[in-house]
């Protein structure tokens, strides 16, 4: 049987890399101008692209290329390839990001192109996260091509099927020789995968000019012609992914399976512009709040649902993910406009929230005399417990020296709560912010009152610093602050130690401009440590006018004691908070960092006890386990310490970071790194010009938050997924006098079990009906009752380990059945 070559022509353009996003435009134009000119004028000849943004801009700046391009697609010329938004980062966007990066992809195709690719690619990602695999197959794909990491072991072959979380499969091929080729040089590519490969039945080839666009050549396909010609031995044709894995099946090829995560690749570029990647979690959790948000009001009447306006964010969010923003490794001018769109992405999200929050506010009774509500919506389908905060104005300014505490009721019942330092700096009793804990009822507004009360004098903390540390004791939590370092030197939850002092110290971890570390897969070079300020070097940087002790306790009440500390590094500064709560074991850890380094990284370490524990981290709609051995890892909202020995788990959920790596019971947080903008190394020659200064990325401030908790293993894997959720899609909360006017609405949506998670809750994108997204975490299975109370509806639904659900509900028939992920 003649061997056959598939020749997938592509030509991979960057929307921004070294450019900013209006010359990838430019390029986008007249690459696919070039690319329809050599369809026309070539018989054999197919072009592959993808990416919806692309093509967006063409049929934005260049109507008539658009139109000739769907004339090509439809003469089978033109080949619309992986049908996304765009080629997103594979390992840092969440399992619901993935789904819309398909989602709006595919519809945009579909209606412009009546085009249904079965092949996903993701050519330059820098890695896969396995939780991939079940999306792509409830997308209707079959396959999926990928390049990096460029060499992998344990990999079984270059095509293989890969394994997902819940057992989906879907065929794999992992590109050999890059995606592009230089200009006039894919026939010595072509013969040299020839000669590399005598055996092999079926090969696939790519080749185009690439990364800044350019696609073919007239040279290239002269000579590719004449090589079709030459070799009677192998059939060589130009081709689409489709029909290579088309063959492959026909040909009844045995593909050695792979169950795991395709990883690790650039390790720097999970810590890389920590801005860009804290602003779009930020974002994801907005959009994914609002939209659940503005789905229980439409769906109670109280709203329109605003799609377009939701659209508009999203398109923010995808665009932002793309494989050179996210991971951090374009000029900074790209930064800065994905700054300004993803900061368009949450005013246009806030503005919508907003608008959702007054709607479901409906019914709520008028304030009485002397109080002052406080609403807080809890999008969640689930009762949420926790400290939850909110500013508001008194009526009139208090000029006297007594002092208004403010105290939160719940119908008529006292909670436990207390004054905390307000945003504002005007020292007047007039701004207050309070803290009290509470549990919200699920899918519902709440409604708490404050009432003052007046005292001679503001309450000071009452917590002291004793044999040189701060002692914290609750009957399920202790903690001690060290008063000499500033460091967490005991956390003991539920009678369980499980850290070793010296927890939450910053390292200065050795390390270059590279932003894609090319050259190593961890950080392990410690180059020093941030240390306690003295009191007049805190009091100059605290910027008070007397000496100040650098570990100072500057909340104290009913709901927790909050202490501060002050360390230095060199030319940098950071303010470590520690808010320890008087109920439970989750302990919250604020950092603001003034970072003026080069060349190096900041890692939070957390040395545990849990010396054997295993490192697992939350993924795409799947739990990963990461190198135990101090290799970077990326994970998402979570990571988890777990030793099923001693059955015992150390969690910390974040806002916004997903590098860290694990060993020997120590788990290290990377915050930021300090290297250059788009510094590629080559060779040996210096990466960065050597004659003037060049900007360097995440100088100055950065903040981060971190929740920690401990407790068995069973338990914190059970729970730390809602958890995570929770802090990053925060229930909202404002101080607001209603009118009294309206039908107070039920609640939207419930859940019956303590785990399972809702996804999405939006309108679906071709029809009336909404879309609700399910997602088993913990890999155990399980079951739960989806109600909706308002529509007399009431589902169970069981899922199998990580399993994703879609369902669809139609309001009018109050029907809620199972639909597809992409919802056709």
């Known amino acids: 049987?003649?061997?056959?070559?598939?020749?997938?022509?592509?030509?991979?353009?960057?929307?921004?890399?070294?450019?900013?996003?209006?010359?990838?435009?430019?390029?986008?134009?007249?690459?696919?101008?070039?690319?329809?000119?050599?369809?026309?004028?070539?018989?054999?000849?197919?072009?592959?692209?993808?990416?919806?943004?692309?093509?967006?801009?063409?049929?934005?700046?260049?109507?008539?290329?658009?139109?000739?391009?769907?004339?090509?697609?439809?003469?089978?010329?033109?080949?619309?390839?992986?049908?996304?938004?765009?080629?997103?980062?594979c390992n840092m966007i969440s399992g619901e990001s993935f789904v819309r990066q398909i989602l709006l992809g595919k519809a945009y195709f579909r209606a412009k192109f009546g085009a249904e690719p079965a092949t996903a690619i993701n050519f330059d990602s820098f890695g896969h996260s396995r939780g991939l695999v079940q999306i792509l197959v409830q997308a209707g794909y079959d396959s999926y091509i990928f390049m990096r990491p460029d060499e992998m072991e344990g990999l079984p072959a270059d095509d293989f099927s890969w394994e997902g979380y819940n057992g989906s499969k879907v065929m794999a091929h992992k590109i050999e020789g890059g995606y592009n080729s230089l200009m006039g040089k894919t026939r010595g590519k072509i013969e040299r995968w020839l000669g590399d490969h005598p055996q092999q039945q079926t090969g696939l080839v790519l080749w185009g000019v690439g990364n800044h666009g350019g696609g073919p050549s007239r040279t290239d396909l002269a000579q590719i012609a004449e090589l079709m010609q030459e070799r009677d031995d192998v059939e060589i044709v130009h081709s689409t992914p489709e029909r290579y894995f088309a063959e492959l099946k026909q040909k009844g090829a045995e593909l050695p399976v792979y169950a795991g995560d395709l990883n690790p690749r650039f390790v720097g570029c999970y810590t890389s512009m920590i801005r860009i990647k804290q602003q779009h979690r930020l974002l994801e959790n907005e959009l994914f709040l609002t939209e659940?948000?503005?789905?229980?009001?439409?769906?109670?009447?109280?709203?329109?649902?605003?799609?377009?306006?939701?659209?508009?964010?999203?398109?923010?969010?995808?665009?932002?993910?793309?494989?050179?923003?996210?991971?951090?490794?374009?000029?900074?001018?790209?930064?800065?406009?994905?700054?300004?769109?993803?900061?368009?992405?949450?005013?246009?999200?806030?503005?919508?929230?907003?608008?959702?929050?007054?709607?479901?506010?409906?019914?709520?009774?008028?304030?009485?005399?002397?109080?002052?509500?406080?609403?807080?919506?809890?999008?969640?389908?689930?009762?949420?417990?926790?400290?939850?905060?909110?500013?508001?104005?008194?009526?009139?300014?208090?000029?006297?020296?007594e002092y208004s505490l403010p105290v939160v009721y719940q119908g008529g019942r006292r909670l436990p709560c207390q004054p905390e330092k307000e945003r504002s700096n005007i020292p007047l009793d007039w701004r207050k912010r309070v803290a009290f804990t509470a549990e919200l009822a699920p899918s519902s507004m709440n409604r708490f009152d404050c009432r003052m009360e007046m005292l001679p004098d503001k309450p000071l903390p009452q917590l002291a610093g004793q044999d040189g540390c701060f002692r914290f004791e609750t009957a399920e939590l202790t903690v001690i602050i060290n008063a000499r370092t500033g460091l967490m030197d005991e956390y003991t939850?539920?009678?369980?130690?499980?850290?070793?002092?010296?927890?939450?110290?910053?390292?200065?971890?050795?390390?270059?401009?590279?932003?894609?570390?090319?050259?190593?897969?961890?950080?392990?070079?410690?180059?020093?440590?941030?240390?306690?300020?003295?009191?007049?070097?805190?009091?100059?940087?605290?910027?008070?006018?007397?000496?100040?002790?650098?570990?100072?306790?500057?909340?104290?009440?009913?709901?927790?004691?909050?202490?501060?500390?002050?360390?230095?590094?060199?030319?940098?500064?950071?303010?470590?908070?520690?808010?320890?709560?008087?109920?439970g074991t989750e302990v919250e850890i604020e950092l603001r960092?003034?970072?003026?380094?080069?060349?190096?990284?900041?890692?939070?370490?957390?040395?545990?006890?849990?010396?054997?524990?295993?490192?697992?981290?939350?993924?795409?709609?799947?739990?990963?386990?990461?190198?135990?051995?101090?290799?970077?890892?990326?994970?998402?909202?979570?990571?988890?310490?777990?030793?099923?020995?001693?059955?015992?788990?150390?969690?910390?959920?974040?806002?916004?970071?997903?590098?860290?790596?694990?060993?020997?019971?120590?788990?290290?947080?990377?915050?930021?790194?300090?290297?250059?903008?788009?510094?590629?190394?080559?060779?040996?020659?210096?990466i960065m010009a050597q004659d003037r200064?060049?900007?360097?990325?995440?100088?100055?401030?950065?903040?981060?938050?971190?929740?920690?908790?401990?407790?068995?293993?069973?338990?914190?894997?059970?729970?730390?997924?809602?958890?995570?959720?929770?802090?990053?899609?925060?229930?909202?909360?404002?101080?607001?006098?209603?009118?009294?006017?309206?039908?107070?609405?039920?609640?939207?949506v419930l859940l019956a079990d303590d785990s399972i998670q809702l996804s999405a809750f939006k309108r679906e994108e071709y029809g009336d009906g909404f879309i609700l997204r399910l997602f088993e975490p913990t890999g155990l299975g399980g079951a739960t009752v989806v109600s909706l109370p308002a529509l007399g509806i009431r589902r169970e639904v069981s899922l199998n380990g990580y399993e994703i659900k879609t369902f669809r509900l139609l309001p009018a028939s109050r029907t809620l059945e199972e639909a597809p992920l992409c919802e056709v």
């Open 292 to 401: 659940k948000m503005l789905s229980a009001a439409a769906l109670q009447g109280l709203l329109p649902y605003p799609a377009a306006g939701l659209q508009e964010a999203l398109r923010d969010l995808l665009t932002a993910q793309f494989h050179d923003i996210l991971p951090g490794t374009s000029v900074q001018n790209a930064e800065e406009a994905s700054l300004r769109q993803l900061g368009h992405g949450l005013e246009t999200a806030a503005r919508l929230k907003t608008r959702a929050f007054f709607a479901l506010a409906a019914g709520q009774p008028k304030a009485a005399l002397k109080e002052y509500p406080v609403l807080i919506y809890n999008p969640h389908p689930y009762a949420v417990t926790g400290v939850f905060e909110c500013e508001f104005m008194l009526e009139d300014q208090n000029w006297s020296e």
């Open 593 to 686: 960092v003034y970072w003026n380094e080069k060349d190096k990284l900041l890692k939070l370490a957390v040395p545990t006890v849990l010396a054997q524990a295993g490192y697992f981290g939350q993924t795409a709609f799947g739990v990963q386990q990461l190198d135990r051995n101090g290799r970077e890892s990326a994970a998402q909202k979570w990571v988890s310490a777990e030793d099923a020995a001693q059955n015992l788990a150390l969690t910390c959920i974040n806002s916004g970071i997903y590098g860290s790596d694990f060993r020997q019971g120590e788990l290290r947080l990377s915050l930021l790194r300090s290297a250059g903008y788009c510094a590629h190394p080559i060779g040996d020659r210096p």
């Open 493 to 583: 939850a539920g009678g369980h130690s499980l850290l070793r002092p010296g927890a939450f110290a910053p390292l200065v971890m050795a390390d270059n401009e590279d932003p894609w570390r090319m050259d190593t897969d961890r950080f392990d070079q410690v180059e020093g440590v941030f240390t306690l300020m003295g009191e007049a070097e805190s009091a100059r940087f605290s910027g008070v006018k007397q000496p100040l002790p650098a570990v100072r306790v500057i909340e104290d009440g009913e709901v927790r004691t909050v202490i501060e500390t002050v360390l230095s590094y060199g030319s940098s500064s950071i303010t470590q908070t520690y808010k320890l709560p008087k109920q």
């Open 693 to 748: 200064f060049l900007p360097r990325m995440d100088q100055g401030e950065r903040s981060y938050t971190f929740w920690l908790n401990g407790g068995t293993r069973e338990e914190r894997r059970r729970l730390v997924d809602r958890e995570a959720l929770v802090h990053n899609e925060r229930p909202y909360a404002l101080s607001f006098f209603p009118s009294g006017e309206g039908e107070q609405p039920g609640p939207c």
């Open 1 to 89: 049987m003649k061997r056959k070559l598939h020749l997938l022509s592509n030509a991979h353009l960057d929307p921004v890399w070294q450019w900013e996003w209006e010359e990838g435009a430019a390029a986008a134009v007249s690459t696919f101008r070039a690319a329809a000119e050599f369809c026309e004028e070539n018989d054999e000849y197919i072009f592959n692209h993808n990416e919806v943004i692309l093509y967006q801009w063409v049929e934005e700046y260049e109507p008539a290329l658009f139109k000739r391009i769907q004339r090509l697609v439809k003469e089978g010329k033109w080949h619309i390839m992986g049908g996304w938004y765009l080629q997103p980062d």
